[in-house]
């Protein structure tokens, strides 16, 4: 038995070399401590269900309506995962098939919008995802996306701008959302502004949707006509994707979804997202959520303390972005990332609004909390963890500082291992 709790008996007999590439990484996830922000710890039951027999099912259509026989469990079991995820949300009607975030995004667009329509979106540069309208996504390429961003003095998205480019692109549809932001999204204002120039509004809630069904964050579907989001990152599910929607929509996102822009679902991740929800309506699950968030307040005070520039001035979710240029000018996100993966602290390189170098160099690292606080740190070991990332950068061409840094990293995170 591998220390993951799966079976890997037949695995390491039939192809050695990817079970001792899985237990090289099961390693390396014991060893490390992990920030990126979209990562997290998915329990040994999601597992379970996704490494399961389930894999081995054709059944596309939906419960009840399928385009194969056989489907009768499969069937239960995606209904129970629809019926657990509406319940967790308050939705009207859940689809759980996406294999992705991008997936659910693709499906939403197709359900909402006609090619070549009008989308008001957060830019990528900005703090917003691919698939918002990157020229190198298929989102830019099928629609005209026009991208709001941040105010350059406070880093936070004003409302008034989005309001006034609403106003002078006419969109069809509005989409608040992100993947490097750290403020509060004003979902009432979305709506207002979507509905005055008769546009739709859709959520992209992929990286906070952990914290909204934890309660700790507002939840956008009382507000969105459609909201879409992924099962891995604060939800703690398998990978995967989601869409919640209003009555009226969810026939277009069922049949956009499948065959729109998918074709057979993945079983074994549905029922694994059922157990997610499950895991996710727990009390539990909450005090987990606020303790998300506790820990990114205490990482981002750790950070102003020690004089390091937070981007948008602090952090109310899961995400902490740190100006690695309030460390010394020449210090990109690149090397700060690799220099901090090397020493056991494993985050990612992040664009910061209006960020004079490229997207694959930066000026920015990125980090979240709900991997370690899966692992069960709070904000002693967040504070610790924010001095230990300065000094690091601080003392970057001292090796010996550096060795003494690695090895309390070491012990760090040793005592909070995901899988020990
Ligand atoms: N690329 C993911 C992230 O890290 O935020 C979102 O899809």
Redesign the pocket.
């Known amino acids: 038995m591998s220390k993951t709790g799966a079976s890997q008996e037949n695995l390491s007999t039939a192809d050695v070399e990817i079970s001792e590439l899985i237990e090289a990484d099961l390693n390396r996830q014991n060893t490390h401590i992990h920030l990126?922000?979209?990562?997290n710890f998915a329990s040994k039951a999601v597992m379970e269900a996704s490494g399961s027999v389930l894999t081995n099912k054709y059944s596309e259509g939906v419960p009840g309506r399928r385009y194969y026989e056989g489907c009768e469990i499969i069937d239960q079991i995606e209904q129970l995962a629809i019926d657990r995820a509406c319940n967790l949300f308050n939705a009207e009607h859940a689809n759980v098939q996406p294999h992705?975030?991008?997936s659910a995004n693709m499906a939403a667009y197709l359900a909402l919008i006609k090619p070549g329509d009008t989308v008001l979106g957060m830019s990528l540069d900005q703090g917003g995802?691919?698939t918002h309208g990157s020229p190198v996504n298929f989102s830019g390429q099928v629609y005209n996306f026009v991208g709001y961003g941040l105010d350059p003095e406070t880093e936070l998205i004003n409302m008034e701008n989005v309001y006034e480019m609403a106003i002078e692109h006419k969109p069809k549809l509005i989409v608040a959302g992100y993947?490097?932001y750290s403020q509060p999204l004003d979902f009432k204002r979305f709506k207002e502004i979507a509905d005055e120039v008769g546009a739709k509004f859709m959520v992209d809630a992929?990286?906070f949707i952990g914290l909204v069904a934890g309660k700790v964050l507002d939840n956008p579907v009382e507000y969105a006509d459609v909201v879409t989001a992924?099962t891995h990152?604060a939800l703690r599910g398998p990978r995967g994707g989601l869409i919640l929607c209003k009555e009226e929509y969810a026939k277009d996102i069922d049949k956009y979804t499948f065959p729109g822009a998918q074709g057979g679902p993945l079983n074994n991740q549905i029922a694994a997202k059922a157990v997610c929800f499950k895991e996710a309506l727990t009390e539990e699950f909450q005090q987990y959520s606020q303790q998300i968030v506790n820990n990114a307040i205490a990482l981002s005070d750790s950070f102003k303390e020690q004089g390091l520039r937070v981007v948008s001035g602090g952090t109310t979710n899961h995400i902490v972005l740190v100006d690695t240029r309030s460390v010394d000018d020449d210090l990109t996100g690149k090397e700060a990332g690799i220099l901090l993966n090397s020493i056991g602290i494993t985050l990612?390189r992040n664009a910061i609004p209006f960020d004079p170098r490229s997207p694959f160099i930066t000026s920015g690292i990125?980090m979240g909390t709900p991997g370690v606080t899966t692992c069960g740190m709070k904000e002693e070991e967040l504070r610790k963890v924010g001095f230990f990332i300065t000094e690091i950068l601080k003392n970057r061409s001292d090796e010996k500082k550096l060795q003494n840094l690695e090895n309390e990293v070491k012990v760090l995170a040793k005592s909070f291992q995901p899988y020990g």
């Open positions: 990126i922000a979209s990562e992705s975030g991008s995802h691919l993947s490097s992929a990286h992924t990152k990612n990125r």
